[in-house]
């Protein structure tokens, strides 16, 4: 099992970046994907999770009409467009993967409800 996360960089504020996370080694039936944060000092933070089946998907409170998660079913790669950036969006960005079913969306919400973890990606958000 293997996650690949790239796409990060510098970007300006109010700028636009685009994440991806490539997955191999397991079967996507009955799973969800997740998209993590942690900025320097703070403790990781969710982002947004999407289920692998229905593509429903669920976001923090704090990038909610701002970021859009997707997947492509067919590459096995979940995606994070992340629009009007701010300052405060910097941070490491980790994307996850969950094998099991825990019922609502909300459940995704919680680092512990993923199985594997990708290595990260750097965004900084500056002028």
């Known amino acids: 099992v293997q996650l690949q996360a790239f796409g990060g960089g510098l970007v300006q504020p109010g700028r636009s970046l685009r994440l991806s996370c490539a997955a191999s080694g397991f079967d996507f039936r009955s799973n969800a994907m997740g998209w993590f944060r942690q900025a320097p000092g703070k403790e990781r933070e969710f982002v947004a999770a999407?289920?692998?089946?229905?593509?429903?998907?669920y976001y923090a409170e704090s990038v909610k009409g701002r970021f859009t998660i997707s997947r492509d079913k067919v590459a096995n790669t979940v995606y994070l467009q992340m629009n009007s950036l701010k300052p405060e969006d910097t941070a490491v960005y980790y994307c996850?993967?969950?094998?099991?079913?825990?019922?609502?969306?909300?459940?995704?919400?919680?680092?512990?409800?993923?199985?594997?973890w990708g290595q990260g990606t750097l965004v900084t958000v500056s002028s």
């Open positions: 999407i289920r692998w089946t229905l593509g429903s998907t």
């Open positions: 996850a993967a969950s094998l099991a079913n825990y019922g609502g969306n909300v459940a995704y919400s919680s680092s512990s409800k993923y199985d594997y």
